[in-house]
């Protein structure tokens, strides 16, 4: 059995990286012809979309003045919504293709200025609604059947009627819409583009320059002297403009306050999560359960200390791995190993799985000047998901497929079930269905591994992975509500401020009193690294998924009645409920402490598993 497997490994991997044998040329490639045939295709339809925004300005001042109007101007809107999204999905793409591409950059931003006019003009639409009434709207809807796909978006404008400002006031904001975006463009713009990296001389002599890249590429070195310098170097970069990025992060804490106020909220995290309607107790037990839960998570240290050989570990230690292999997965083995390990989501999801892997869905491997990293689209309604990958033929690059078809089998789900109006699904409920595909996975490459060694790289992968999704995410979460907290109260804050708060919550959750981990105090400036705090309060959701989609995986393959169906119709409702009301549904209180401490039982037994195989060891 092993030599089998082991030849396969060498027969796939003798073709080229990124071409299958036998393929043709582009088979890694995806094929951007299914939005648009040709360039001019997609300038016939920008057009289109400008003409028919005069159609929609006509709209305004009679959306109540009959059943036959209020439905063709939210038919426009929609189709009107549904061409933007189009749009914007084919020149983000080709942007990510060839990010050096002057084609590309031009039509991303022309579909920004789309955008921003459609948000310009639409901005009537919630005060109208709002000023007809629920009882007005509720009649609306009786008396023409076919307005039931609109009942729950037109729910969530009246619900919030409190928040929503007059026709003037939604115009104005959305007019401010561009201007108001200076803190993350000035951030990206800084740490993506402007830094002046430093260079640094590993201990065999080579010269490399810490970027961005650099960093996440060497910080997983096994030379632990050159960990350390990698970490102090690019740490002490970032310190160096430690002032700078509090300036701009502080405007953008002061932006999201104005907005709150502005829309009558409280505070920047009950706006934020009253987007989707979640309740705030999600957010405040998600992270109480995470500080509950520290001793686990030190235990994780400990250990991790133990099988790299490190007698006290620091902050640089907590990213090589556990354990070297030299096993490949290049992408068609990959996508074998995927498709058998979401079999128990039935048949179906499968077909359509596979269907997708053989269809140029995926852009594959790297290139230069690709976008990197790894993302799903699903936006577009009537064309399929796309999966943007850089695919390095190593366990994670398998294990990265399995969470971005985990969300690319959400949208195409939802698409098939919903009307374009109720597809798109909120982050909430997305990050569930990648998660839970990755511990499918898990469960089937522990069902397949051949050795120990095996074993532990998929055990060492699955316990980084909920390391980095729970606790890391929860403590994000923990700094963004003492930050945004501070400033909502009219509080100011100056980056040695920020990192302040930030190292001593770091500090925390890494044990650095108790000795577990210690924090050399320039990597609290980590904070500024972070692009995810320029989008409020959205990386706390990373950590509710992580343990709701391991509740539904477990139930699943405990084979629990109906467990597959209640998963399955999470996915297919897409953004047709409320996502926590959903989720509740399915089985999951995520307002509770039981699937945070399911989570947690299950990164102790995964710890057990490894201990077990190394005690085994002489």
Same mark, same amino acid.
């Not at 405007?251 to 999201?256: H, P």
């Not at 869905?361 to 796309?386: L, Q």
């Given at each position: 059995?092993?030599?089998?497997?082991?030849?396969?490994?060498?027969?796939?991997?003798?073709?080229?990286?990124?071409?299958?044998?036998?393929?043709?040329?582009?088979?890694?490639?995806?094929?951007?012809?299914?939005?648009?045939?040709?360039?001019?295709?997609?300038?016939?339809?920008?057009?289109?979309?400008?003409?028919?925004?005069?159609?929609?300005?006509?709209?305004?001042?009679?959306?109540?003045?009959?059943?036959?109007?209020?439905?063709?101007? =939210?038919?426009?809107?929609?189709?009107?919504?549904?061409?933007?999204?189009? $749009?914007?999905?084919?020149?983000?793409?080709?942007?990510?293709?060839?990010?050096?591409?002057?084609?590309?950059?031009?039509?991303?931003?022309?579909?920004?200025?789309?955008?921003?006019?459609?948000?310009?003009?639409?901005?009537?639409?919630?005060?109208?609604?709002?000023?007809?009434?629920?009882? +007005?709207?509720?009649?609306?809807?009786?008396?023409?059947?076919?307005?039931?796909?609109?009942?729950?978006?037109?729910?969530?404008?009246?619900?919030?009627?409190?928040?929503?400002?007059?026709?003037?006031?939604?115009? $104005?904001?959305?007019?401010?819409? =561009?201007?108001?975006?200076?803190?993350?463009?000035?951030?990206?713009?800084?740490?993506?583009?402007?830094?002046?990296?430093?260079?640094?001389?590993?201990?065999?002599?080579?010269?490399?320059?810490?970027?961005?890249?650099?960093?996440?590429?060497?910080?997983?070195?096994?030379? +632990?002297?050159?960990?350390? +310098?990698?970490?102090?170097?690019?740490?002490?970069?970032?310190?160096?403009?430690?002032?700078?990025?509090?300036?701009?992060?502080?405007? #953008?804490?002061?932006?999201?306050?104005?907005?709150?106020?502005?829309?009558?909220?409280?505070?920047?995290?009950?706006?934020?999560?009253?987007?989707?309607?979640?309740?705030?107790?999600?957010?405040?037990?998600?992270?109480?359960?995470?500080?509950?839960?520290?001793?686990?998570?030190?235990?994780?240290?400990?250990?991790?200390?133990?099988?790299?050989?490190?007698?006290?570990?620091?902050?640089?230690?907590?990213?090589?791995?556990?354990?070297?292999?030299?096993?490949?997965?290049?992408?068609?083995?990959?996508?074998?190993?995927?498709?058998?390990?979401?079999?128990?989501?039935?048949?179906?999801?499968?077909?359509?799985?596979?269907?997708?892997?053989?269809?140029?869905?995926?852009?594959?491997?790297?290139?230069?000047?690709?976008?990197?990293?790894?993302? =799903?689209?699903?936006?577009?309604?009537?064309?399929?998901?796309?999966?943007?990958?850089?695919?390095?033929?190593?366990?994670?690059?398998?294990?990265?497929?399995?969470?971005?078809?985990?969300?690319?089998?959400?949208?195409?789900?939802?698409?098939?079930?919903?009307?374009?109006?109720?597809?798109?699904?909120?982050?909430?409920?997305?990050?569930?269905?990648?998660?839970?595909?990755?511990?499918?996975?898990?469960?089937?490459? $522990?069902?397949?591994?051949?050795?120990?060694?095996?074993?532990?790289?998929?055990?060492?992968?699955?316990?980084?992975?909920?390391?980095?999704?729970?606790?890391?995410?929860? =403590?994000?979460?923990?700094?963004?509500?003492?930050?945004?907290?501070?400033?909502?109260?009219?509080?100011?804050?100056?980056?040695?401020?920020?990192?302040?708060?930030?190292?001593?919550?770091?500090? +925390?959750?890494?044990?650095?009193? #108790?000795?577990?981990?210690?924090?050399?105090?320039?990597?609290?400036?980590?904070?500024?690294?972070?692009?995810?705090?320029?989008?409020?309060?959205?990386?706390?959701?990373?950590?509710?998924?992580?343990?709701?989609?391991?509740?539904?995986?477990?139930?699943?393959?405990?084979?629990?009645?109906?467990?597959?169906?209640?998963?399955?119709?999470?996915?297919?409702?897409?953004?047709?409920?409320?996502?926590?009301?959903?989720?509740?549904?399915?089985?999951?209180?995520?307002?509770?402490?039981?699937?945070?401490?399911? $989570?947690?039982?299950?990164?102790?037994?995964?710890?057990?598993?490894?201990?077990?195989?190394?005690?085994?060891?002489?």
């Amino acid at each position: 059995m092993k030599t089998v497997r082991c030849l396969a490994l060498l027969v796939l991997w003798a073709a080229a990286p990124g071409v299958s044998l036998g393929a043709p040329p582009d088979a890694d490639r995806w094929n951007l012809k299914d939005l648009y045939a040709t360039q001019a295709d997609w300038d016939q339809d920008a057009l289109k979309l400008g003409q028919q925004l005069k159609s929609l300005a006509q709209c305004s001042g009679h959306m109540g003045q009959s059943v036959q109007g209020f439905k063709a101007c =939210m038919d426009l809107n929609a189709e009107l919504l549904k061409r933007s999204i189009r $749009l914007s999905a084919y020149a983000s793409q080709l942007n990510d293709e060839d990010t050096g591409l002057a084609a590309g950059q031009d039509l991303k931003q022309r579909a920004q200025v789309l955008n921003s006019r459609l948000d310009e003009a639409s901005s009537f639409l919630s005060p109208e609604i709002l000023k007809l009434g629920r009882s +007005r709207v509720d009649a609306l809807l009786r008396q023409d059947r076919s307005l039931a796909i609109y009942r729950h978006p037109l729910d969530d404008m009246l619900r919030v009627a409190p928040h929503t400002l007059d026709r003037q006031g939604e115009a $104005l904001i959305a007019q401010f819409g =561009m201007a108001t975006a200076a803190a993350g463009a000035v951030y990206a713009t800084l740490a993506d583009a402007d830094m002046p990296w430093p260079k640094l001389t590993l201990s065999d002599g080579k010269e490399v320059l810490l970027d961005q890249n650099a960093y996440e590429q060497y910080r997983v070195l096994n030379h +632990r002297a050159d960990r350390k +310098r990698v970490f102090d170097t690019f740490w002490a970069k970032w310190k160096e403009f430690e002032r700078t990025f509090g300036v701009t992060f502080y405007e #953008q804490l002061k932006r999201d306050a104005v907005y709150a106020r502005v829309r009558h909220y409280p505070d920047s995290l009950t706006q934020a999560l009253d987007a989707n309607k979640l309740p705030r107790a999600v957010y405040d037990t998600m992270v109480a359960q995470a500080n509950a839960n520290l001793p686990t998570l030190h235990r994780y240290f400990k250990l991790r200390g133990k099988m790299l050989g490190v007698a006290e570990m620091r902050y640089y230690d907590i990213y090589p791995p556990l354990l070297s292999s030299e096993l490949k997965y290049p992408i068609a083995l990959s996508t074998q190993l995927m498709l058998a390990a979401v079999k128990p989501l039935g048949d179906d999801y499968v077909s359509a799985m596979e269907l997708g892997t053989r269809s140029r869905w995926m852009d594959v491997y790297p290139r230069p000047r690709k976008h990197s990293g790894a993302y =799903m689209n699903g936006a577009v309604y009537d064309v399929h998901p796309y999966l943007l990958l850089n695919h390095n033929d190593d366990y994670e690059s398998l294990s990265t497929l399995a969470h971005e078809w985990g969300h690319a089998m959400h949208s195409y789900l939802a698409n098939k079930a919903q009307p374009f109006v109720t597809a798109e699904y909120p982050t909430f409920t997305a990050e569930i269905a990648s998660t839970t595909n990755e511990v499918l996975l898990l469960e089937h490459m $522990l069902k397949v591994a051949q050795t120990d060694d095996e074993r532990l790289l998929y055990l060492g992968s699955a316990l980084e992975n909920l390391r980095g999704t729970f606790f890391r995410q929860a =403590m994000f979460a923990d700094f963004e509500r003492e930050v945004h907290a501070q400033v909502d109260r009219g509080e100011s804050l100056t980056g040695e401020a920020i990192s302040k708060i930030y190292g001593d919550i770091l500090k +925390r959750y890494h044990g650095d009193q #108790q000795g577990v981990v210690k924090i050399d105090e320039l990597y609290s400036v980590e904070w500024a690294f972070i692009p995810h705090f320029y989008n409020a309060f959205y990386v706390f959701q990373y950590a509710t998924s992580i343990a709701a989609g391991n509740m539904f995986a477990s139930d699943i393959l405990q084979g629990k009645p109906a467990a597959r169906e209640r998963y399955l119709s999470i996915l297919r409702a897409g953004g047709s409920r409320y996502p926590y009301e959903l989720v509740k549904e399915a089985g999951v209180d995520l307002a509770t402490p039981a699937p945070y401490q399911a $989570l947690v039982a299950r990164m102790n037994s995964i710890m057990d598993q490894i201990e077990s195989i190394l005690a085994k060891r002489p």
